[in-house]
């Protein structure tokens, strides 16, 4: 059974950093596309930052050069460095996992970790 777990939300001054793990167990952790997604109270869950199985990665706009994503396959283990935060980057973050594979589709969720931004 594939587990996602994320660790490393909390409260943080505007301007201040955070970095949100997301360690994934029971499968072969390279072969996942690593997406961390977030959802802020009364909004949708959107896509923050996404790192391709190959390393590609993308970022929505408003947290472009400002969090950055990447993966330790080693360590089975997927990052987001938030740095600069704002009030608005407050919301609970998701980890999640993707593999496409001839006609299955495989995804997974974590169960999230609350990141709250003060002004």
């Known amino acids: 059974q594939v587990q996602l777990v994320e660790s490393g939300g909390g409260l943080v001054q505007a301007g201040g950093s955070l970095r949100l793990s997301c360690v994934v167990s029971g499968s072969t952790f390279s072969i996942y596309d690593m997406g961390w997604y977030r959802q802020a109270p009364g909004k949708q869950r959107e896509l923050v930052a996404y790192i391709a199985s190959s390393g590609g990665t993308t970022y929505t706009e408003s947290v472009k050069n400002r969090f950055t994503i990447s993966r330790d396959n080693r360590k089975n283990t997927a990052y987001l460095q938030m740095n600069s935060l704002k009030p608005e980057d407050t919301a609970v973050y998701y980890c999640?996992?993707?593999?496409?594979?001839?006609?299955?589709?495989?995804?997974?969720w974590g169960e999230g970790t609350q990141v709250t931004v003060s002004s």
């Open positions: 999640h996992a993707e593999h496409v594979a001839l006609r299955s589709r495989y995804d997974y």
